[in-house]
């Protein structure tokens, strides 16, 4: 099983601040990676996949980059609408994984 | 609009049954894959399940397998989770989740519903 490491456990920014995230893969997941936001009683939401590329509707403030067994994800100014905790998934195999999440907290 | 509605969340006592459901809605449901996602109390998120289009295919994490069986009724458009000897451990919200169409084999998860509570106590 890959195990994802994500890191920091929380980010403590002001809106208009950059963040970067930062997801390691205990192996080679040669950019199947995924990052999710997902804030507290709603649905989480896709933004990156393939490591780099944003979903459908996704703000350009959100991008991913990586390989091999590292990826970050970064929000180039933070809106207040960001605050929420972000995840990181495989699809390298089975079983898919996530990362513990970053909490990104004002 | 695509829609993905859980149900089917109860208090049960540990070593019981549940199944829940996920209707969706607005979209071809025959022509997507499907996965289970739960979040446990104070916890991330945990892959648990995902069924082919089709549902030949299903695939489980090692924390359930066994316990858990994932079915679809394409007629109508309704994604089960069958859990089975609840632990509880097993205490989570369970969202159900679409795959992405585009890459194929690409499971990363575009659409999902609100959730649904379980929760595995005597």
């Known amino acids: 099983e890959i195990v994802l490491t994500q890191t920091p456990a929380t980010l403590s920014l002001s809106p208009g601040e950059r963040a970067t995230l930062s997801c390691r893969a205990s192996?080679?997941?040669?950019?199947?990676l995924a990052w999710y936001q997902h804030k507290y009683g709603q649905a989480p939401r896709l933004l990156i996949y393939?490591?780099?590329i944003r979903a459908t509707g996704i703000p350009t403030r959100f991008s991913g980059s990586g390989s091999g067994t590292d990826y970050t994800l970064t929000i180039s100014s933070l809106e207040p609408e960001d605050f929420a905790v972000y995840y990181c998934?495989?699809?390298?195999?089975?079983?898919?994984?996530f990362g513990g999440g970053t909490k990104v907290e004002i | 609009e695509v829609q993905l509605l859980e149900s089917g969340g109860n208090l049960v006592q540990p070593g019981g049954s549940l199944r829940l459901s996920c209707t969706a809605s607005?979209?071809?449901?025959?022509?997507?894959?499907m996965a289970w996602v739960r979040q446990a109390p104070g916890k991330g998120l945990e892959w648990i399940s995902a069924i082919s289009g089709s549902g030949i295919n299903t695939f489980y994490a090692g924390s359930v397998h066994g316990r858990v069986t994932t079915s679809r009724d394409n007629s109508n458009n309704v994604l089960y989770l069958q859990l089975r000897g609840l632990r509880g451990e097993d205490t989570a919200v369970y969202f159900c989740a679409r795959k992405i169409a585009y890459p194929v084999g690409a499971y990363y998860f575009d659409s999902w519903g609100q959730g649904t509570l379980v929760s595995v106590s005597s």
């Open positions: 192996q080679n997941v040669a950019n199947s």
């Open positions: 607005g979209f071809t449901f025959s022509d997507y894959a």
């Open positions: 998934q495989h699809r390298r195999n089975w079983p898919l994984t």
């Open positions: 393939d490591s780099s």
